[in-house]
């Protein structure tokens, strides 16, 4: 279900892990080490309120939705995309 909701609401922005509008502000690794995005609560914080040209998906998704595409994030990051 993580890859079906990265698919439909993430990848115009995040396609292969990538930041299309802050290209350091990557998913890999690396970069959510570096900004402290590394943990399932903190992508989900992110992905539901928002933050900076990120839109807040809160409104759009369930809980639950947000929560598997965290934990998909997580798992394809570790993998290197």
């Excluded at 928002?50 to 998704?61: D, E, I, T, V």
Aim: net charge negative; aromatic share 6%.
């Amino acid at each position: 279900n993580g890859e079906t909701i990265f698919t439909a609401n993430c990848t115009a922005c995040h396609a292969g892990g990538n930041n299309v509008i802050m290209a350091d502000k990557t998913l890999k690794k690396e970069a959510l080490a570096e900004y402290k995005m590394n943990s399932t609560n903190a992508i989900i914080t992110q992905v539901t309120n928002g933050k900076n040209a990120m839109p807040a998906f809160g409104g759009r998704l369930s809980d639950n939705d947000i929560e598997d595409v965290a934990n998909y994030v997580l798992a394809q990051s570790e993998q290197g995309w």
